[in-house]
């Protein structure tokens, strides 16, 4: 990757980083450029409309790297509820390996600039949306009917956010496990393999 590239790459995924684990407000530009190792006029180059745009690129970028990883584990677990609990169990080692530091890679970006800045909304809207897909189709895959396979895997979304903020605050992964064994077990209910 030509440096120029890996410059824009480096402040993206500093960017995604900083926002998680200590917020949009709080991070700053210089913050980013440090933790980046990118030259300052990198920043401004290919971010000419500041931070709201840099936020909106490190959102996307976290919100692919999430689908990635729900992707891989989907072609590795055979149901929604496997899928599920697989991605839980990652969600929960990878907090505990932060010290609990870390969190959903766009929670914290969101909860501080949504719905007022649009191209973090929007981002936002995607990535919730490509992941809720994913469970969505393998629940259709699972045999479950297309609005219980629908609410299903929005109830997944929004269990797995909840509990990664009630995971920080503890100060422990119980949550994480406990609440998608009970969204996993409404799965098997209403599907026709279960």
Known sequence: ???????RLNIVRAAARLFRQQGYARTGLNDILAVSKAPKGSLYHY???????LGEEALRYAAQQATDTLTGLRAEH???PALLMAFANLLA???????YQDGCPMA?????????????TSAAQAGF????DIFEQALLADGAKPDDARRLAR????TLEGSLIQA?????????????EEVAGLMRARSKHP
């Open 168 to 180: 920080r605050v503890e100060q422990s992964s119980t949550s994480i496990i406990e609440s998608a």
């Open 78 to 80: 055979a149901t929604a």
């Open 1 to 7: 990757m030509p440096a120029a590239s890996q410059h």
């Open 108 to 120: 914290t970006t969101i909860l501080e600039t949504v719905p007022r800045a649009s191209g973090l």
């Open 47 to 53: 971010f000419p409309n500041g931070k709201e745009q």
């Open 129 to 132: 949306a490509a992941w809720s």
């Open 93 to 99: 080692e990878w907090l505990a390996a932060s010290a």
């Open 155 to 158: 109830l997944s979304i929004a």
